[in-house]
Structures are given as C-alpha cells and as structure tokens.
C-alpha cells in the first residue's frame, strides 16, 4: 500500500518489481532443494559401501555423486514449476524463487531439463547405464507420478511418490557392481517405508499450509489421532524392514545392534507422539526421522568398514 503525505507531490506508481532478496545464482541453486539433495546422498554411499563391502574407487563415488545430484536437482527444479501456483499459497515455500519472480518459469524448466540431460549423460558415460537409466526412471517417476498426479489427488501422495526418493541406493548400488540384487532392494524399502511418517510428521507442523493450498496430504483429510496411529504403524513396519537388512544384507553384529536402537527409538517417539496429542511434538519427530536415516545408513557403512 502506498502512504500518501501531505506536502509532498503524489508519484505515479511503477510498475511492480519481484522481490529480490539473493543473487541469481542463489536463486537457482534454491530451485534444486539442496538439503533434500542433501538427504538423499546421505543413503547413496552407504549403498556402494555395503555393494563394493568395502571402500569403492574415490573416482567412482565422486562421479556417481555428480551425477546423482545432478538427477535430484532437475526432479526438485520441475517440481517447482509444477508446483508454483500453491507454493505461493504456502507460508512455507513462499519465498521460492518462482513464487518472488528471481526466476522464470520458461529458465527454470529448461534449466530442470539441462540438469537431467547432463545427469543422464554423466552417469552413462562416466559410471554405467543401468544407474543412468535408474536416476532417469526416477525423475519420471517424481514428475509424472507424484507431482503432476498423486500430490493434489490422493492422500497416498507422499506414500507412493516416495518411492522416488528411495532410488539413490539402487543408483548407488548399480554404479558398484552393475546389477541389482535383493539387498539393495531392501535397502530401497527402508527408505520407502520411511518416508510417510517422516513426510507426515512435517505435514502435521504445516497443516494450515496444506489445507490453504489444497493439497490432501493424510492430516489435512484426517484427524491429528489418525495420521499419529498410522505413523506409529509405519516407524513399527520400518523397524521390521531395517531388521530384515540384517541377514538379507549380510550384516555383522554392528548394524544389527544400530537398527535395534534407532528403530526403537523412532517407534518410541512416535508412540509418544500419538499419546501425547500434541502437535509441537511431530516437529521433533520430524527432525528425529532425519538423525535416524543418516545413522542408520552410516551404520551399514561403518559395518562393512570396520568388520568386514
């Protein structure tokens, strides 16, 4: 709104310009997601680790890396084109750079399709084709399947979309030794399973958000008492899953007593959580659900590191 004062000559307002709070570059870096870029590394070197039972090439993590990132950060980029019209509704991603006007719609996009272009390239020339076909398959999977159809559809959204989020070990295993086996895949299932009560814990927080944009994430469309019973139902099936890497993925003793307590410790939270009725509790759950994966997955590391 604009203050007119009094004895001073009104101006003709111009046209509105986008705030502009970082520098180009920054504004496409926040396009990738970084911190779930982040995350989502965090499980692809165990996976190689746990592949090669030991230590791979240097060479080999790096460009599996590379590329890995690359993939994740085109899949972010094009969801936030999709997305675009009801992040501007949310108070928690109002301040994306295609919400503000730092980038285009058009930039972005080719910007999304450069990133994948390059991510499918990489992988196929420098590690192999089948990890390249697997980070292409997700990306698909993420765009068509959850962004464009499941997110504003299905309260099974972030259920089966996150399966999307659970192919970097696949990646990572593949970029090893060249094939797939069932470890991985059970390694790919700790992840899906995980993701709906780690999803769910942050959809509790930002419930309003959801609600305002329309969105049918489970506590929109549910009260807070069932999506509490069905993330307790979850931590306890992921409990299981981490437990059934242990002879499945010929693990030692020390992964074995690391799935014991953290799923523990995760089942225990979110039991705690449905108890208590108390909202401000899911963000610690939340935050937990993170500590719990990279921990988990830095035990498979540790396990074939130190005991095989």
């Not at 959850?146 to 996150?162: A, D, M, P």
Request: glycine share 6%; no cysteine; net charge positive.
């Amino acid at each position: 709104m604009t203050e007119v004062v009094p004895a001073i000559p009104a101006i003709a307002p111009g046209p509105a310009v986008p705030v502009r709070s970082r520098g180009k570059l920054a504004a496409y870096v926040a396009l990738t997601k970084p911190r779930i870029i982040e995350l989502l590394l965090v499980t692809t070197v165990p996976a190689m680790i746990v592949a090669e039972r030991g230590m791979p090439a240097t060479w080999l993590i790096l460009a599996t890396l590379v590329g890995g990132t690359l993939a994740a950060a085109g899949a972010n980029a094009t969801n936030m084109v999709i997305d675009r019209d009801i992040d501007k509704l949310m108070k928690r991603t109002s301040k994306r750079p295609l919400v503000t006007g730092e980038i285009t719609p058009r930039n972005a996009l080719v910007f999304a399709i450069a990133l994948e272009v390059g991510a499918a390239a990489w992988l196929a020339l420098v590690v192999n084709p089948l990890s390249a076909a697997l980070a292409v398959a997700a990306t698909l999977f993420y765009v068509f399947v959850y962004s464009l159809w499941l997110k504003r559809t299905s309260t099974q959204n972030i259920v089966i979309g996150g399966a999307a989020g659970a192919v970097p070990v696949l990646v990572g295993w593949a970029a090893v030794t060249n094939e797939l086996a069932i470890a991985p895949f059970v390694m790919f299932a700790i992840i899906f399973v995980w993701t709906p009560p780690h999803f769910w814990a942050l959809a509790i927080r930002y419930r309003a958000d959801y609600a305002a944009a329309d969105v049918p994430m489970l506590p929109v469309v549910a009260s807070f008492d069932d999506t509490a019973k069905r993330i307790v139902a979850y931590t306890v099936v992921l409990w299981a899953t981490s437990l059934a890497f242990w002879p499945l993925g010929s693990m030692s003793v020390l992964y074995g007593a690391a799935a014991v307590a953290l799923g523990g410790m995760f089942t225990w939270k979110a039991v705690q959580l449905a108890r208590s009725h108390r909202p401000d509790l899911a963000m610690r759950l939340f935050k937990f659900s993170i500590t719990y994966i990279t921990l988990l997955f830095g035990a498979m590391a540790a396990d074939q590191l130190l005991l095989h």
